[in-house]
């Protein structure tokens, strides 16, 4: 496989890198990313195979942990992010619990933000407790309660922003000060973002998780994850985890989000226009009460996301008017059920606009105080924001919206 020949002393803007970084080409001289969909590689001899698998030659060997496209996964979105490696993972919850398996052992501590992806909370609290790592979750936007939960064992500070639905945003630059001065490491889930509105690693963050399964693939199709941070970690503490365990992904989703990633720029800056247009126009309606979106002047994190995102993305909530919890989930429920475009699915990261009544569903499993605790109520919509004509999706809402009792 020859190199993919770009000016490597030029520093290449993101839709570059998105459409070139890693292309492989073959003898063929393929235009398009090949799929090498094999489970294992052929040695020309016994002496190179044995140089291969001690490590001291190059060489593809056994897709569970080496494979040309799924290489190319990597190296792309390494570029993308700004980090030197990173390794690909079958999910985004196995690139969480690939990292956390590197890192941790029993007897540490993590500290998590509570705005964190679902299962994130329930790997953290309850599967990795079962394994002595003791996790305590503080609220996502106040650093003071983050520092106070530092302990002499906490390794890792764990952070998703925005966060999902209510889009709070966090201070990466202070929680990346907060944990290097107490000797741990930041990771950051920049799966609503993706390294097209955000780079966590350039305000300090040391480790980036992905679900590939959102904007990166960004057509819903496949499941896929990764890891990105610095080259050495990478090399000597997830690589011997990886190769043991085999949170692999596979050669043919690594190459499914290849393609999706050539597109990644100019889709999330369409998801941002829309979201950002969308996110005005129920601002203004009379049936709406708060509209969650970190592209709006309104939003109390809006300075801070503006620094750190180049746009609000494609994710925002927003709240109906109702005297009491049982009106607004009516409310709810009618606004969602008189749409004709947007899907009623928990899915995000897609071409396709989302609709989600997150207390039934994503957040259903809460307890009332819990889902209180988190704001999340009856009368919260969560819309993902598609690629479909604007015009029709606020229509498609007006439905609902105009025809309130
Ligand atoms: C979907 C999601 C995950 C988990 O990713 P999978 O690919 O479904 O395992 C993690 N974090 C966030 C923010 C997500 O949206």
Known sequence: MSDDGLPRNEALGLQTLAVREALPRSQYGEHSEALFLTSSFVHPDAQTAARRFAGDEEGFLYSRFSNPTVAS??????????????????SGMAAILLLAMALLK?????????????????????????????????????????????????????????????TEVCDIAALAELAHGAGAELAVDNCFCSPALQRPADFGADWVVHSGTKYLDGQGRVIAGAVCGRAAPIRDKLLPVQRTVGMSLSPFNAWVVLKGMETLGVRMA?????????????QAHPAVGRVFYPGLPSHPQHALAMRQQKAGGAVLSFEL?????????????????????????????????????????????????????????????????????????????ARGLDSLG
């Open 270 to 282: 369409a998801h941002s226009a829309a979201a950002l247009s969308m996110a005005q126009w129920l």
């Open 321 to 397: 008017r109702a005297d009491d919890a049982q009106q607004a989930r009516q409310r709810a429920f009618h606004v969602i059920d008189h749409t004709r475009i947007c899907s009623i699915t928990a899915n995000l990261g897609d071409t396709k606009t989302t609709i989600t009544h997150p207390a039934t569903t994503t957040h259903g499993r809460l307890r009332e105080e819990q889902r209180q605790a988190a704001g999340i109520g009856q009368g919260l919509i969560r819309l993902a924001v598609g690629l479909e004509n604007i015009d029709d999706l606020q229509r498609d809402l």
């Open 106 to 166: 029993a007897g540490d501590h993590v500290i998590c933000s509570q705005g964190v992806f679902g299962s994130t909370v329930n790997l953290f609290g309850r599967e990795l407790a079962r394994f002595g790592v003791q996790t305590t979750f503080v609220p996502q936007t106040d650093v003071a309660q983050w520092a106070a939960a530092l302990r002499p064992n906490t390794r890792l500070l764990f952070a998703e922003t925005p966060s999902n639905p209510l």
């Open 73 to 90: 996964y990597e190296q792309r979105l390494a570029a993308l992010e700004g980090t030197q490696a990173c390794m690909a993972t079958g």
